[in-house]
């Protein structure tokens, strides 16, 4: 197996002191995982390119934006002008998923597709050949602290599937409710690279939780069973 990606994702950080909580954990990190949500797309709303450039600027950690937001097109410039590396996006709510990936790749960025529970994976088939990423979604989008969606596995099996018949090396990005008790499923069913919200920086110790995140993901990459 080859090298798996952690990306915490920073929504339950405390972001009186966010500079501190990434820096915390980013000597254990490959990628942060930024969550806007625009109060449409989800529920709830977060933060916008303002909060990205702070943490860009407070570590030398790659940023991953995942936009649940229902216009990606009008604002996937002021994220990577903020300094997000990748940009994924919800193709359910654009007109053009196309026409989104395209726009994300001429502004420099990488580009993913989300997989939202409810959609099938099959939506990024067209899309295959452009795609950094398949973010699949393991909890309903819109807040951090939700339970792993078990159901989702069959799905992530697939993707890797889809990839694997396809030339592209995307990653498999599994989000939601990851922790130690449910990674091995996600990894085992493809998932290259896992986000974990809560379960970093959710404790009393973000940094610990980060190298015990870490040191499961260096013994399933070495095959290990636990
Ligand atoms: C949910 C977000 C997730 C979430 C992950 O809408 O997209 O990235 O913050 O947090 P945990 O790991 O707590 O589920
Ligand atoms: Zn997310």
């Not at 889809?162 to 990653?171: E, K």
Request: with cysteine; net charge negative; hydrophobic share 45%.
């Amino acid at each position: 197996m080859g090298h798996l990606s952690l990306s915490p994702s920073i929504l339950t950080a405390d972001f009186a002191r966010l500079g501190e909580e990434v820096r915390s954990v980013a000597g254990f990190v490959d990628w942060f995982h930024l969550d806007v949500m625009d109060g449409h797309y989800v529920p709830n709303l977060t933060f916008g390119p303002s909060t990205v450039a702070a943490v860009a600027g407070s570590c030398d950690v790659p940023l991953h934006v995942h936009l649940m937001i229902e216009d990606p097109m009008k604002y996937a410039r002021v994220f990577v002008e903020a300094g997000a590396r990748r940009i994924s996006f919800h193709p359910e709510v654009v007109p053009d998923a196309g026409e989104v990936i395209d726009h994300i790749r001429a502004l420099g960025a990488g580009a993913g597709m989300a997989v939202h529970p409810d959609v099938e994976v099959e939506v990024v088939v067209p899309h295959l050949d452009v795609l950094d990423l398949v973010l699949m979604m393991t909890v309903r989008p819109g807040f951090g602290g939700q339970a792993f969606l078990h159901e989702v596995v069959p799905k992530i099996r697939r993707a890797r599937q889809l990839l694997t018949n396809s030339n592209r090396a995307a990653d498999i990005e599994v989000d939601g409710g990851v922790n130690l008790s449910t990674v091995d499923e996600a990894v085992g069913a493809g998932a290259n690279m896992v986000v974990a919200g809560s379960a970093v920086f959710d404790g009393v110790d973000p940094a610990a939780a980060a190298e015990r995140m870490r040191e499961r993901l260096d013994l399933l990459e070495r095959g290990g069973r636990v």
